[in-house]
């Protein structure tokens, strides 16, 4: 069964860093876009970034200028850069996986705070 596993995460203070990283553990990655997506409390899912099979990005205005998407095909992974976090940026983060099936990450708790 493929899955995706994400990994990293965790606090930071605002203006720090945090890397997201996603695994997909099937054989196909290279055909699907990968996204990443966040949920606040009380709030719906949220598209922050994607990137497709072939390579073109697409951010949330929210995000641009300080979050960048990466995919490596030769590891099967999607990492997302965060840089100067804000404290509204604080969400539990999940990665997507959208091709012949739609596949999702369990999710990981990032809190920007002091």
């Known amino acids: 069964q493929v899955q995706l596993v994400e990994s990293g995460g965790g606090l930071v203070q605002p203006g720090g860093s945090l890397r997201l990283s996603c695994a997909h553990s099937?054989?196909?990655?290279?055909?699907?876009?990968m996204g990443w997506y966040r949920q606040a409390p009380g709030k719906q899912r949220e598209l922050v970034a994607d990137?497709?099979?072939?390579?073109?990005?697409n951010y949330a205005d929210a995000v641009k200028g300080r979050f960048t998407i990466s995919r490596d095909n030769a590891k099967n992974t999607v990492a997302l850069q965060m840089n100067n976090l804000k404290p509204e940026d604080t969400a539990v983060y999940y990665c997507?996986?959208?091709?012949?099936?739609?596949?999702w990450g369990q999710g990981t708790q990032d809190t920007v705070s002091s």
């Open positions: 099937g054989s196909r990655f290279t055909i699907g876009a």
């Open positions: 997507r996986y959208s091709a012949y099936i739609e596949l």
């Open positions: 990137v497709t099979s072939g390579g073109s990005t």
